[in-house]
């Protein structure tokens, strides 16, 4: 590297740090050779600047403060000042704010020109880390002003992304992204790699605070890839995902992200680690888990407060006085520092956190009886509504309908809950993949609630079933979007079912599975990444009214099961006419239902040599509370009228054929009313053509599969070698009806990787969600495929809300594991009957009336079979 200068080893710093750092050592050994004393601290100031982007800040700082003394030695007032603009950069990266203003406070009066451009930048990202926004950005509009007018492009693209930056948390995010457009265009032409990745992660940064998850996921993600390429760590930026994750919230995934980074951020990255533990905090605080909440929001301000960042230690605070009133705790003083909390962060930027903290005040103030205070609170942050990001103009529509309430306009407030709620429900849309889809309803619990606890107490039934299906099951309210053909999903779905097969050798084997077991977790890491990509759009079908219901049911009732407050509602539709009943805690019949899947499980377990007579009476027993608790308060308006359930999530899992009162009755189960009326009204396909696969390793499949094939007059059969998850997906795109007998497996800690085992893997949700058509009837015969995981909202994730969401109109499967050899007769007659022309649900009916008494292994696995959809 003879011939090397500091000037190209500074220049190529963010282009390729490593090679920055050894051209940097050949312009220090140049230098020492000639004695040029001002060179070699420009070299040792390369050097500190490359160490500092491979995130050695010990590395950086030693070299920084020894070009700084190179300087002073060689009596360069301008290289020493240069050093310590240097010098402060880092400091602040390590939260050394203190010393980091006195450097380059120190260095400001002797740069000129252009260098006075960097330093006034420097001096604006000092500021801007001490949360002194409006000097940090006058520092950034002058050094941009000044270093455009010497040409200085470099530091104009660096200036400018780090203005852009604070423009993203302070709200002006169509300004930030004018920056960051205009710094990628600079280092792109500078030949900047890692710069212009550095911009990519910033751009997703505003994305993730202006609500596009989808774009901000995209832009992490291609930064990411840069980050990979270059080898450049960036442990730094597990912060701003868990920032996006808890936004959406995806709580499971943030939660570990936060623990993660709470254990392996630490040394110079103290501001990275306070950040993880305010967002552990924030976790814990929608996790309802408050002890853990004020825990961690306590270590994370002392750590703010230590750093001097005080937006960022009222953040903390907020989530402290928050979890103070999610606790019960009602007095003044909370009031007042609620307030305060609210105006401290409105004041510096963090909107939506002052929102909250406004609205919490003003409950409080409303629960203390002090109604002026509460519609003073309510007024400001209801103001809200009317522009910004979505969240923030949920929140707003939220506090004008509390307002509303107040004042005595009940009306309005329910016209303000909806179109928050309608609101939510268009942000919801343009996040397009399921997942996001179905876990941002969360964000909807406090309007939902509020509308549902007005129309209890109004005790109006068709009111109660509008606020109910308002919120529930949202996400399959919503046109489904699929992501694109080049999206790569294909491939990283091949790749994790290639590597699934050998874990599952491995294991078989008995040989070692932890690098295959880190290999599936990055691959369905993957797949998630891909698909949260999915862009959004479409339509969203609203409830439907009481009268459209009852005309859609003709002779049969509708009972929506309710959880609110922890009461259980039943809302009945039948005959014309909606009522509403109250059957006591919810609370008992969970506890009756954890009963009764116990002893469905044994009975269809035990080995047949013993005694199951204790088990079939515990199976009985438990049903027979279910049906006190469940149908019995309702059966003068039900009659003996088929029927259309659809349970509060937490019922998800009954098996509701397995009571006594729907054994032999066409028995219907739908995530909501308008779910079932939307698959209802759907075009009623004929039986003639099928497509029939059997999985591996389950040795009745293929028995199971030619019988059902003699019964239709069309059937692509697919078993052994060909049913493979491609030829199976295929096959059953917009097929008329499609049975699988497989291995099935419910994944409750994510359930779009529940699959269906065939020749080649697993075939999971997100292959379903592939299809351009779903198929019209989809029977599976595999354990569990009838679960669903159930998130707030009574948001359900499984097979059961991909196919009906998709657009399948019935589906037939089972809530509890079934052994094959006990299923098939119950499957063949099953398909008998659809052949004959029978409804789906009375074909099922009907098929396990017949096979009831075949023994009570058939008897409980006949009883987990389902109908879903319509």
């Given at each position: 590297?003879a011939?090397?200068s500091?000037?190209a080893?500074l220049e190529?710093?963010?282009?390729d740090p490593?090679?920055?750092?050894e051209m940097g050592?050949?312009?220090?050994r140049?230098a020492?050779a000639s ?7 420009a070299a040792?100031?390369?050097i500190?600047l490359?160490?500092r982007?491979?995130?050695d800040?010990d ?7 020894r070009?700084v003394r ?5 009596g360069s007032?301008?290289a020493?000042?240069l050093?310590?603009m ?12 203190a010393?980091?203003?006195?450097a380059?406070?120190?260095a400001l009066p002797h740069l000129?020109?252009?260098d006075?451009g960097?330093?006034?930048m420097?001096?604006g990202?000092?500021l801007?880390y001490l949360c002194?926004y409006d000097?940090?950005l006058r520092?950034y509009?002058?050094a ?14 660096r200036?400018l992304n780090n203005?852009g930056l604070l ?6 995010l ?5 920056d960051?457009?205009r710094a990628?265009v600079?280092?792109?032409?500078l030949d ?6 550095d911009?990519?992660?910033?751009a ?9 998850v989808p ?5 992490f993600?291609e930064a990411e ?5 270059l080898?450049?760590p960036?442990p730094?930026l597990?912060?701003?995902?868990l920032e996006?994750l ?7 995934e943030?939660?570990?992200?936060a623990d993660r980074?709470?254990e392996?951020?630490g040394?110079?990255?103290v501001l ?13 605080l ?5 002890d853990r909440?004020v825990t961690m929001a306590?270590a ?5 407060r230590?750093?001097k960042?005080?937006v ?8 402290e006085l928050r979890?103070a009133y999610l ?6 003083a ?6 305060k909390v609210?105006?401290r ?5 963090w ?5 909250e903290?406004?609205?919490d005040a003003?409950?409080?103030a409303r ?5 002026s205070?509460?519609?003073?609170e309510?007024t400001?942050?209801g103001a ?8 923030h ?15 005595g306009?009940?009306r309005?407030a329910q016209?303000a ?7 939510l ?15 941002s309803?969360?964000?909807g619990a406090?309007?939902?609630a509020?509308?549902l ?6 005790g ?5 079933l509008s606020w ?7 996400a399959?309210?919503?046109t489904p979007a699929r992501?694109?053909e ?6 990283a779905?091949?790749?994790?079912r290639?590597?699934t097969?050998?874990?599952e ?6 040989r ?6 880190q290999r ?11 698909t ?5 759009g479409g339509a969203v079908?609203?409830?439907p009214?009481?009268d ?6 003709g002779t049969s009732?509708?009972v929506?099961?309710v959880?609110h ?5 039943a ?6 006419r909606a009522?509403?009943h109250r ?9 009756e ?6 002893a469905?499980?044994r009975?269809?377990?035990l080995?047949?040599?013993l005694?199951r ?8 027993h438990?049903?027979r ?5 469940l ?6 308006r ?6 259309v359930?659809?349970p509060t999530g937490r019922l998800?899992?009954l098996?509701w054929?397995a009571?006594?009162a729907?054994r032999g009755r066409?028995v219907t189960v ?5 779910v079932?009326l939307?698959a ?9 053509r099928a ?13 199971e599969?030619t019988?059902i094939?003699s019964?239709t007059r069309?059937?692509s ?24 007998a497989?291995?099935?497996s419910?994944?409750a ?7 269906l085992?065939?020749a080649d ?9 592939r299809?351009r ?5 989809v029977?599976?015969?595999?354990c569990?495929?009838g679960?669903s995981?159930v998130?707030p ?12 969401g998709?657009?399948?109109r019935t589906l037939?499967?089972p809530?509890?594991p ?7 007769p119950l ?6 009957r659809?052949?004959?022309g ?7 009916a009907g098929a396990?009336r017949?096979?009831h008494?075949d023994g009570?292994a058939?008897?409980a696995?006949?009883?987990g079979?389902?109908?879903?959809g319509a």
């Open positions: 590297m011939g090397v500091a000037a080893a190529a710093r963010q282009r490593r090679a920055a750092i050592r050949a312009a220090l140049a020492r004695g040029d004393g001002e060179e070699a601290s040792e100031r390369a500190g490359a160490w982007e491979l995130h800040f590395a950086a700082l030693r070299h920084l403060r070009s190179l300087a002073e030695r060689a007032t301008r020493a000042a050093a310590r240097s010098l402060a950069f880092v400091l602040s990266t390590t939260g050394r704010h010393q980091a203003l006195r380059i406070n120190e000129r020109g252009a006075a960097s330093g006034r420097q001096r990202l000092v801007h002194r000097e940090a520092e509009n002058g941009i002003e000044i270093v455009r007018r010497f040409g200085e492009r470099l530091v104009e693209a200036a203005r423009r993203a948390y302070t709200g002006g169509r300004a930030a992204d004018e960051f457009d990628a600079l280092y792109r032409d900047q790699a890692l710069a212009v990745a911009v990519r992660w910033n997703g940064i505003s994305a993730s605070r202006a609500g596009d774009r901000a996921l995209t832009m993600a890839r840069e980050y990979r390429r080898a450049v960036r730094a597990l912060i701003n995902r996006l808890v936004s959406v919230p995806l709580l499971e943030a939660r570990a992200a980074a709470v392996e951020l040394g110079d990255l990275a680690r306070s950040e993880a533990l305010f967002y552990r905090a924030r976790v814990a929608l996790e309802g888990d408050l909440a306590v994370a301000r002392k750590g703010f230590r750093e960042r005080d960022w230690a009222e953040g903390a605070r907020h989530v979890a606790s019960g705790q009602r007095t003044r909370l009031v007042t520092a609620l307030t609210a105006s962060l409105d004041a510096l930027g909107r939506m956190a002052g929102l903290a406004r609205v003003a409950l409080v629960d203390l009886g002090d109604r205070r509460a519609v003073a309510l400001t942050a809200a509504r009317r522009g910004g990001p979505a969240a103009r949920v929140q707003g529509w939220y506090a004008e309908a509390l307002r509303r309430d107040l004042l306009n009940a309005g016209i809950l909806r179109r928050g709620l309608a609101l429900d268009e942000y919801r849309v343009s996040l397009g993949a399921t997942e996001l889809r179905a876990l309803g969360a964000q406090a309007l939902a509020e509308g606890r007005t129309a209890v107490a109004g109006r039934a068709g009111r109660v109910a299906e308002a919120w529930r099951a949202g399959l309210r919503m992501p694109p080049d999206s790569g999903l294909a491939d779905l091949a790749e994790l290639a590597v097969a050998d874990l050798a491995a294991s078989t084997a008995g070692p599975t932890a690098a295959l077991r599936q977790v990055r691959g369905e890491q993957r797949v998630r990444e891909l949260r990509r999915t862009g959004g079908f609203k409830p009214a009481v459209e219901l009852a005309h859609a049911l009732a509708l929506e099961y959880d407050e922890g009461a259980l509602l809302v009945v539709v039948a005959g014309g009522s509403l059957l006591g805690p919810l609370d008992g019949a969970l506890r239902l954890r009963l009764l899947r116990f469905l499980h009975l269809v377990t080995p047949e040599h005694d007579t204790s088990v079939r009476a515990g199976a009985e438990a049903a509370l279910l049906q006190n608790r149908l019995e308060p309702l059966r003068r039900l009659d003996d009228r088929p029927l359930l659809a998800g899992g098996p054929s009571l006594p729907c066409a739908v995530p909501s009313a308008t079932w939307r209802a009204n759907s075009t009623v396909t004929s039986h003639d497509v029939l696969a059997a999985g591996p390793r389950l040795p009745a499949a293929p028995t599969i019988a094939a019964l069309s059937a059969v697919l078993v052994g070698s060909a049913a493979t998850v491609d030829a199976v997906a295929s096959a059953m795109d917009g097929a008329p009806l499609a049975h699988v497989a291995h099935g419910f994944r800690d994510n359930p779009l990787f529940s699959a085992e065939l893997g697993p075939l999971t949700v997100y292959d379903l969600e299809l058509t779903p198929p019209a009837r029977v599976l015969s595999a569990d495929s679960l995981a998130r909202g009574d948001e359900l994730m499984g097979f059961t809300a991909a196919l009906l998709l657009g399948t037939v499967a809530v509890i079934v052994p094959a050899e006990v299923t098939t499957m063949v007659d099953l398909h008998r659809l052949g004959d029978q409804p789906p649900s009375v074909a099922l396990q017949a096979h008494e009570d058939a008897f696995a006949s009883a079979f389902l109908c879903f």
